[in-house]
Structure formats: structure tokens, C-alpha cells
């Protein structure tokens, strides 16, 4: 069992910057991957970016390329997603996950509002 909880999110102005953490209670250096989505509302969730077992592979969805940067922290067992050059369309509720042992796991959610 993997219990993951993420917090940092809020309300920003375009252009701001924000950074989302996810703190997992098992070793981020055990999962297959790890993983940040985001769910607008009325909208599906969408995979915003991956981090595969080793840590030294990172995927990011296009509209977010040059803008985000997820990471993880071997020592405090957390994930990091962060936010610059935030849009209005970057608004959502934004989820972290893992994959362990065949099992996916999810938080609870942190919202992001980007609005002026």
C-alpha cells in the first residue's frame, strides 16, 4: 500500500510560478513510475509528466514542455512538479500517482487556480 499526499497548490496570476509536492509514505526509488496529472473541470484527466523508475527519464505532456519540471527526492520520499510561466489553462485539480508492484496509486488532489 502506497499513500501518497500532495499539497502546494493555490491561487496564481498568469505568468506566476507555483511548485506541487507529493509526499509518498514508500520509497519514491521502489516505484516503476511516478506520474502528475491534472484534471480541468468538465474535463478528463490528462498526464502532465512521468517519472520512470531511475529517476533519469522524464516525459512531459507538449503544453507543458519548457514550463514544468517534475523531479523527485530520494532522501525525503517526495515528488515535485514545478509550475512557471503558469496559464488560465493550466487551471485544474492536479494529482500525483504511482506504479508499484502491478498496484497504482493516487492522492487526493491539490487545486490549481491561474486567474487575475
Known amino acids: 500500500q502506497v499513500q501518497l499526499v500532495e499539497s502546494g497548490g493555490g491561487l496564481v496570476q498568469p505568468g506566476g510560478s507555483l511548485r506541487l509536492s507529493c509526499a509518498s509514505s514508500r520509497s519514491v526509488s521502489s516505484m516503476y513510475r511516478m506520474g502528475w496529472y491534472r484534471q480541468a473541470p468538465g474535463e478528463q484527466r490528462e498526464l502532465v509528466a512521468t517519472?520512470?523508475?531511475?529517476?533519469?527519464?522524464?516525459d512531459y505532456a507538449d503544453s507543458v514542455k519548457g514550463r514544468f519540471t517534475a523531479s523527485r527526492d530520494t532522501f525525503n520520499n517526495t515528488m515535485y512538479l514545478e509550475m512557471k510561466m503558469l496559464k488560465p489553462e493550466d487551471t485544474g485539480v492536479y494529482y500525483c500517482?504511482?506504479?508499484?508492484?502491478?498496484?497504482?496509486?493516487w492522492g487526493q488532489g491539490t487545486q490549481v487556480t491561474v486567474s487575475s
Open positions: 517519472i520512470w523508475t531511475s529517476g533519469a527519464m522524464i
Open positions: 500517482n504511482a506504479n508499484l508492484l502491478g498496484s497504482t496509486y
